[in-house]
């Protein structure tokens, strides 16, 4: 079973986000990561390059547009 979770760095001690679902004195291997810190900046940045992105390729239907009246036609 492989599970990923979040933890905190408390008093040099991993500190889970959420109860872990593991019977006591159960051995596991750890992979550390860090996460990037979220800052308000940040997420402007990311939100501006994706408007950016729309402008210069906007996504489109591709399908064929159909007036109100032939959505309704009735045979």
Known sequence: MT???????VG??????????????TRVK????????WSPEKALAAWESLKARLR?????GGGVRYTRDELHERR
């Open 56 to 60: 210069e390729r906007p996504i489109h």
């Open 30 to 37: 750890l992979t550390l990561e860090p996460m990037e810190e």
């Open 3 to 9: 599970t990923q979770i979040t933890a905190t760095v």
């Open 12 to 25: 040099g001690m991993l500190k889970p986000d959420e109860r872990l679902q593991l019977a006591e004195q």
